[in-house]
Nanobody
Framework: QVQLVESGGGLVQPGESLRLSCAAS?????????MGWYRQPPGKQRELVAA???????NYADSVKGRFTISRDNAKNTVYLQMNSLKPEDTAVYYC?????????????WGQGRQVTVSS
C-alpha cells in the first residue's frame, strides 16, 4: 500500500499564494504513473484541479489555468501545487491522488486532504 502525506494549505487573503506538497511512500518497491490534485469545495463534489504524467505533461481545470502550477520531483516521489492569485472560490479541501504499481499490483491512493481557505 502506498501512503500519501500532504502538507501546506491554510488561510490566506485573496491574491496571495500557497503551495501544497504530497509525498508518497511504501514499504515495498513501487512506481508512480500519474499524480494529481483534486479539490472539494463546501457542499460540492470533488473536482480535478491539475494532473501531471510521468513524462511531465500537465492538465489543468479551466478555473485555475494561469494561476496554479503542478510539478513533481520523481526522485522524492513528491507532487506539488503552487497556487498563485488565489480567489475566494478556490476555498476547498485539496486532495492529492497518485497511481502506479506496487511491484506488479496497481494502486490508486488519496491523501488525507488539506484545507485551503481564501478570505479577506
Amino acid at each position: 500500500q502506498v501512503q500519501l502525506v500532504e502538507s501546506g494549505g491554510g488561510l490566506v487573503q485573496p491574491g496571495e499564494s500557497l503551495r501544497l506538497s504530497c509525498a508518497a511512500s511504501a514499504r515495498s518497491i513501487f512506481s508512480i504513473n500519474d499524480m494529481g490534485w483534486y479539490r472539494q469545495p463546501p457542499g460540492k463534489q470533488r473536482e480535478l484541479v491539475a494532473a501531471i504524467t510521468t513524462g511531465g505533461s500537465t492538465n489543468y481545470a479551466d478555473s485555475v489555468k494561469g494561476r496554479f502550477t503542478i510539478s513533481r520531483d520523481n526522485a522524492k516521489n513528491t507532487v506539488y501545487l503552487q497556487m498563485n492569485s488565489l480567489k475566494p472560490e478556490d476555498t476547498a479541501v485539496y486532495y492529492c491522488n497518485v497511481n502506479g504499481r506496487v511491484r506488479w499490483t496497481p494502486f490508486n491512493s488519496w491523501g488525507q486532504g488539506r484545507q485551503v481557505t481564501v478570505s479577506s
